[in-house]
């Protein structure tokens, strides 16, 4: 079984209460124009006329070199996490990068494709079922922005 993992609680929490974003800055407050503004916490597309955070998030634990940064969107007020073994609604171009990363938060080479979006769970599983590969991203296919984290169960 795949768990579709959002960013933590308590990391979305810091920056919506104005905590720094991974490159020390503020987050960015926005409105949302409806349009293809991914929440990578409770996993929905953020309503038209809905506040929205946009910052830098790098979805490791420490520093290193495939440790990426780049930029996300968060609603702008508390949301629940979302999180399950459906595909999230945030999840809603026609493909994505699928690519596994080891313990060690290091990319496994020979993981990494463009999936369409409907084949996700089927190749995270398999993925996730070669040797050292201990969670998976799913990225934007045009620009690598991280969405979402798979694992096991």
Do not use: K, W
């Amino acid at each position: 079984m795949l768990r579709f993992v959002p960013i933590p609680t308590e990391i979305v929490r810091a920056y919506q209460a104005g905590g720094v974003d991974s490159y020390g800055l503020l987050p960015e407050r926005r409105v949302s124009d409806g349009d293809g503004n991914p929440c990578r916490h409770c996993l929905r597309m953020i309503p038209e006329g809905a506040g929205m955070l946009v910052l830098a998030h790098r979805p490791f634990g420490a520093l290193q070199p495939y440790a990426e940064t780049g930029p996300i969107f968060l609603c702008a007020d508390a949301c629940e996490a979302g999180g399950r073994a459906e595909v999230p609604e945030i999840l809603a171009s026609p493909d994505y990068i699928v690519r596994g990363y080891g313990a060690d938060e290091r990319i496994v080479y020979g993981t990494g494709g463009v999936v369409a979006t409907g084949d996700i769970p089927a190749r995270a599983a398999e993925v996730l079922g070669m040797p050292g590969v201990a969670f998976v991203h799913v990225r934007s296919a045009r620009n690598n922005c991280f969405q979402v984290r798979l694992e096991r169960g």
